[in-house]
């Protein structure tokens, strides 16, 4: 069974920190490219960051955020930093397999951000 489990969100003011992390069970970790996407009220989901080709990440998160995976402890996290009211959304890890139609999806964590 395949579980994506976050944890690390929660509640901080403009401007603080929060690290994301993603625990992965029932894959083989090595072998997936690991995202982090959010959804924020009346919004689409959107890409937020990736672990593909090397790290990439959405225009308004770039500077400010950090992809990182340990493929040993099967994580990957999202250093966050200088947070805005705008980043405030539910954050869902996703796993999409390198070769094959295959992903799957956290069950969110809630950032939310007070100006």
């Known amino acids: 069974q395949v579980q994506l489990v976050e944890s690390g969100g929660g509640l901080v003011q403009a401007g603080g920190s929060l690290r994301l992390s993603c625990a992965a069970s029932g894959i083989s970790f090595a072998i997936y490219h690991m995202g982090w996407y959010r959804q924020a009220p009346g919004k689409q989901r959107e890409l937020v960051a990736s672990?593909?080709?090397?790290?990439n990440y959405a225009d308004s998160v770039k500077g400010r955020f950090t992809i990182s995976r340990d493929n040993a402890k099967n994580t990957v996290y999202l250093q966050m930093s200088s947070l805005k009211p705008e980043d405030t959304a539910v954050y869902y890890c996703?796993?999409?397999?390198?070769?094959?139609?295959?992903?799957?999806w956290g069950q969110g964590t809630q950032v939310t951000v007070s100006s």
């Open positions: 672990t593909r080709s090397g790290g």
């Open positions: 996703n796993a999409k397999r390198i070769i094959g139609d295959v992903q799957y």
